[in-house]
């Protein structure tokens, strides 16, 4: 079936370092991503959006990177911080008899070296 | 605040029993959806509802259900609960049915004893 997964589970970066956060996804027809972040003991906060007909996009020290050859998501975090420490989960979303299907990921959790 | 309220934010509970959790959606969404996070693992949807109305079912065990309500609050029952249901459970609210523009809530963490 799809699937939307996570190359590394556990990252970690020193601080300043720029981060990346890969995902893989296998649905070619989704068009519509996602980044969020998950501090411990919170709910899912939204990070960055990309739709399939973009390739890149940028935020605030954020950049979200989609290669659909290969089906490949990535999130960039330029001069990481402490607060950036989180797990992060990339999710897909995809027509699912005329309705949109989100799927997640497992997540990769980001750990921040002071 | 992201908007989305649920409680309770904590549940111990023993098996066998059952327990409702509740999701209020942000002001203005019709939307909701409730996910189930295990300890370490991603995000497994159960279910999803539009102003009243089931709109996609994932990975829900038939011991659970949900309904969302004409004020757009929504609950989820579990019951007969086991070890294994003990996870964190979040609700997410979104203006329409098209799964963009997601809120979270803050979770209810049910613990199993």
């Known amino acids: 079936g799809e699937s939307v997964g996570l190359h590394l589970p556990t990252l970690s970066v020193q601080e300043g370092d720029n981060s990346i956060i890969n995902c893989a996804y296998s649905?070619?027809?989704?068009?519509?991503f996602i980044w969020y972040k998950q501090e411990s003991g919170k709910g899912p906060q939204f990070i960055i959006d990309i739709r399939s007909n973009m390739d890149k996009r940028q935020g605030q020290r954020v950049t979200v990177l989609l290669n659909k050859t290969v089906k490949h998501l990535s999130l960039q975090i330029a001069a990481t911080q402490p607060g950036d420490s989180a797990v992060y989960f990339c999710?897909?979303?995809?027509?699912?008899?005329?309705?949109?299907?989100?799927?997640f990921g497992t997540g990769t959790k980001l750990q921040v070296i002071p | 605040d992201s908007g989305v309220t649920q409680t309770p934010k904590h549940l111990i509970t023993a098996t066998g029993q059952r327990v409702t959790l509740r999701c209020s959606p942000r002001?203005?969404?019709?939307?909701v959806y409730w996910y189930q996070q295990s300890l370490d693992q991603g995000l497994q949807f159960l279910i999803q509802?539009?102003?009243?109305?089931?709109?996609a079912k994932g990975n829900i065990l038939e011991r659970f259900s949900a309904q969302q309500f004409p004020d757009l609050h929504s609950e989820l029952n579990l019951s007969s609960l086991e070890l294994g249901d003990s996870a964190l459970y979040f609700c997410?609210?979104?203006?329409?049915?098209?799964?963009?523009?997601?809120?979270f809530g803050s979770g209810t963490r049910l613990t199993v004893v």
């Open positions: 649905n070619s027809a989704s068009d519509y």
């Open positions: 997410a609210s979104s203006p329409s049915g098209q799964g963009l523009g997601y809120t």
């Open positions: 999710a897909e979303t995809s027509n699912s008899g005329g309705y949109q299907k989100v799927t």
């Open positions: 509802y539009y102003n009243g109305e089931e709109r």
């Open positions: 002001s203005g969404d019709l939307s």
